[in-house]
């Protein structure tokens, strides 16, 4: 169970000895990594529902286990969000899939594709904060990593940042257009 301690959520340009960057600006960007985590939470909670419907018996208690995970992390985010008395963000009533899931192969990749996207805005989120907000995003990363791994069959050399190679800027995407995976 996560348990995402607010109260040490900003971190300073200076590395948290409280000079430049410290205060209202940087509690904002603490608060949208925040809010850009659990959006992808939430997109992560749909695309499990459409993986388990696909998936083959023999890995669908991996696709729980996976929803059971991020089902958590959101409810976890989602009190965090409130307690820096933000307003969380609202779960979509739908999302766009990446691509077509009509089978078992394209389930398995859509649940490696859900891993990736979260690790990218946990890495977001360990960058945006520190003490126990970070520790809690890395573990969520490290999670997320692991799961992408078992899905895809490989792994990146630094999960969460493989995507920003490719170009995208995941909290932005996230945040921006919740309705897309």
Known sequence: MSTWQPAATVMSADGGKGDDESGPATARRALQAMQAALAAEHAAVYGYGVVGGRIEDQRLAEAREGLTAHRARRDALDRAVRALEGEPVSSAAAYALPFPVPDVAAAARLAGELEARVCAVYADLVRATDGATRREAAAALREAAVRAVRWRGSSVTFPG?????????????????????
């Not at 995208?168 to 996230?174: G, I, K, L, R």
């Open 161 to 181: 940042l493989a995507e920003r190679a490719a170009g995208s800027a995941p909290s932005a995407t996230t945040s921006n257009a919740t309705d897309a995976l």
